[in-house]
């Protein structure tokens, strides 16, 4: 039986491993806040204490931190644990700084290192229907395929350097966080201007202009319903993390650099921890509510 350890146990971590237990894989997992981990047991998941007591004798270790600083600092508590040869799917958005030092570590140590962003939000996710962008080894192909099977509904195989996933999750999501913040901004503006939002979408319905996205984010703007599917902080990091790779690039976003500023707005209007269709609340002064 394939072993796996997940490292983080967030939206998208505890997601991905209650799918890898219905594939019957061996789970392990370990969070920072063990809580957030333990109701995995009941999905089959053997909860650990740290990073090294889920790794230990795995075949395969799973990151699904924050970031690249978390996921570095949750490697090298594992490193005791860790044994060459074995595979590290790296799944956590590092951006173009962060994810040298994991390269670097995964060099050092000897494991097949596949820089595996995904694609999807909390709905794919525990559905089992995200799409993996995955760059890495020829050899940790197969030993990686139960687990990119049980996670995802395809995997996009785009080279073997590290740094190839990356990339290609860095464009996708700065169209991800365009539609939410133009999503957003174009019911502010309705409010505005006294124009009814369903009439905006009604105008729009089935033409070129309307996409499902929007019919999502609207939704969730319009109910309040801010269950967070991608989180306005973990959005906020993205945005930066785009705009460094265009600074990087020569290449100006100002699009992504003004998306990033309503994200930190709103993450100070308290809603960090909502999902990021609350830029919405961007666009008006603090004391509106």
Not at 11 to 36: E, H, P, Y
Not at 94 to 120: H, I, K, M, T
Not at 127 to 145: F, I
Not at 196 to 201: E, G, I, N, T, V
Request: aromatic share 4%.
């Amino acid at each position: 039986m394939t072993s796996v350890a997940v490292l983080g146990t967030g939206i998208m971590g505890a997601a991905m491993a209650r799918n890898l237990c219905g594939a019957g894989l061996d789970v392990r997992v370990w969070n920072r806040t063990r809580a957030k981990a333990e109701p995995l047991a009941e999905a089959g998941a053997r909860v650990a204490d740290d990073p090294a007591g889920a790794v230990d004798g795995a075949d395969l270790v799973l990151t699904v931190l924050h970031d690249s600083a978390a996921t570095l600092a949750a490697v090298h508590a594992a490193a005791p644990a860790l044994t060459a040869g074995t595979v590290w799917l790296q799944c956590t958005t590092a951006g173009l700084e962060g994810l040298p030092p994991l390269a670097g570590f995964a060099a050092e140590r000897g494991l097949l290192f596949v820089d595996a962003p995904v694609l999807g939000t909390r709905g794919p996710a525990e559905a089992g229907q995200l799409t993996v962008l995955a760059a890495g080894p020829e050899a940790a192909r197969g030993p990686a395929a139960p687990a990119l099977d049980a996670v995802g509904a395809r995997t996009v195989w785009v080279g073997e350097e590290p740094g190839a996933a990356t990339r290609l999750k860095l464009v996708c999501n700065s169209w991800v966080l365009a539609l939410t913040h133009g999503t957003a901004e174009a019911l502010a503006l309705a409010a505005g201007l006294g124009v009814d939002p369903q009439d905006f979408l009604d105008t729009i319905e089935s033409g070129p202009l309307d996409n499902g996205y929007l019919r999502v984010k609207a939704a969730a703007i319009r109910s309040g319903d801010l269950d967070p599917s991608f989180a306005v902080d973990t959005a906020e990091k993205d945005a930066r993390l785009i705009v460094a790779a265009g600074d990087a690039a020569g290449v100006r976003l100002d699009v992504a650099a003004a998306g990033a500023e309503r994200l930190r707005r709103a993450s100070e209007l308290g809603r960090g921890g909502q999902d990021m269709a609350a830029s919405y609340w961007a666009s008006f002064p603090p004391d509106a509510g």
